[in-house]
């Protein structure tokens, strides 16, 4: 039989696997065009698409992956919270945080 607190600690391990899609995927644009400052636009465009699964090519299809993760990620954080330790609460506020953050980068990118 399962504690709360491992409950509390799983639901946590899936705030954060959800967060780390997104963020791995504004850390991978970031650093293709730092890396790549002679290439066009274009160019740094087909390097970054060269990383990502055929589906992801699409903008929207990549945008909305991001959004729909980054929701699951301050669902499962906000679950996590319920009557949690203390270091349970800082880590979900801080994924929710971020989150947010990204979220609202990505959707002023949509625009």
């Known amino acids: 039989m399962?504690?709360?607190n491992q409950k509390k600690f799983r639901t946590l391990l899936l705030s954060?696997?959800?967060?780390?899609?997104?963020?791995?995927?504004w850390i991978l644009w970031i650093y293709v065009f730092e890396t790549n400052s002679t290439a066009s636009y274009e160019e740094?465009?087909?390097i970054y698409n060269s990383f990502l699964p055929e589906?992801?090519?699409?903008?929207t299809h990549l945008s909305l992956t991001v959004l729909i993760s980054l929701v699951a990620a301050i669902v499962f954080a906000s679950l996590s919270?319920?009557?949690a330790?203390?270091?349970?609460?800082?880590?979900?506020?801080?994924?929710?945080i971020i989150s947010l953050l990204i979220m609202l980068l990505q959707?002023?990118?949509?625009?």
């Open 55 to 59: 589906f992801m090519h699409n903008d």
């Open 16 to 25: 954060i696997f959800f967060f780390i899609v997104p963020a791995l995927i």
């Open 107 to 111: 959707l002023f990118s949509m625009m």
């Open 85 to 96: 330790p203390a270091l349970y609460k800082a880590i979900g506020v801080i994924i929710i």
């Open 81 to 83: 919270m319920r009557k």
């Open 2 to 4: 399962q504690t709360k």
């Open 44 to 46: 740094k465009v087909k």
